[in-house]
């Protein structure tokens, strides 16, 4: 794996470490988005694998992208125009898509600040739980940008299209408070006790049938974006196949002999 991500694997747990932690972790330079797509690749090649969790290290998830290097023109901000598109589209936004096609689901654990690009990668994880120490920012605006990471699709999905416009019109950032209030997390811990909740949660998302879960969250992700009648259609067919798995049967016989499931993710 890349130096930008420490790659963890615990059992069918994984963490992902955003590791530049004496800048603050930005993210958006040459290779980063093939680092996350090697990642993902790993995680939904691998049966064993059923949550991943992403945070940062030091004091902050994410700061965006690399203000220095946008005010030096360096890096994926340097060039005509169309160098600059192609760098979001062939690096920055693989970031993006590269986590948004996990197969499996991913608790985002917010340690500290999320901006700009930094809150989108947070909000591409199915949940997020975040210290009391963090703050969150679509700050675009501010240094004279679009939200140009997917943000203008992802966060009114999650927090409504009003709150969405004032975060990305203001400019402001707001505390874990406001945030768990607004939707964007769904749960404040203390600061130390962030990565002992997210694997807690992590563990009970483990403990459900492997093949399931990632057809349940294929449901959920086709659900963003297909008509109600399409999502009726995959649901009967992968619920056809659910019934034909050796887990379904576990799960109905350990529920009523009232004994815990082993499952095998067949």
């Known amino acids: 794996m890349s130096d930008l991500l420490i790659y963890e694997k615990s059992g069918p747990v994984v963490t992902l470490t955003i590791n530049r932690p004496e800048t603050r972790n930005p993210l958006g330079e040459a290779g980063d988005g093939d680092a996350f797509l090697e990642a993902c690749n790993t995680i939904n090649a691998d049966s064993d694998i059923s949550c991943v969790i992403l945070t940062g290290a ?17 890096g994926a901000f340097a060039g005509a125009g169309t160098d600059i598109r192609d760098g979001y589209r062939n690096n920055i936004h693989r970031i993006i898509k590269s986590l948004w096609a996990l197969e499996v689901p991913m608790i985002s654990a917010v340690n500290g600040p999320a901006i700009g690009l930094g809150n989108d990668v947070a909000c591409l994880g199915d949940m997020r739980i975040s210290s009391d120490k963090a703050i969150f920012g679509a700050t675009f605006l501010k240094v004279g940008l679009v939200p140009g990471d997917g943000g203008a699709w992802l966060l009114p999905k ?12 203001s400019g402001r950032t707001i505390d874990a408070a406001t945030a768990l209030d607004w939707g964007l997390i769904s749960r404040i811990v203390p600061h130390d006790s962030l990565m002992a909740e997210a694997q807690s949660l992590a563990e009970e ?13 294929k449901l959920l992700r086709q659900g963003a974006s297909e008509s109600f009648d399409s999502i009726m259609e995959l649901s009967a067919a992968m619920q056809a196949l659910a019934h034909h798995t050796k887990d379904h049967e576990e799960a109905v016989n350990a529920f009523l002999e009232k004994r815990k499931p082993t499952f095998t993710g067949n």
């Open 205 to 217: 998302i483990c403990a459900q049938p492997p093949a399931v879960l990632r057809m349940t969250k």
């Open 158 to 169: 999650i927090i409504g299209h009003a709150r969405a416009s004032e975060l990305l019109f």
């Open 58 to 74: 030091g004091k902050a998830f994410s700061a965006g992208g690399n203000l220095k290097a946008m005010r030096d023109r360096a």
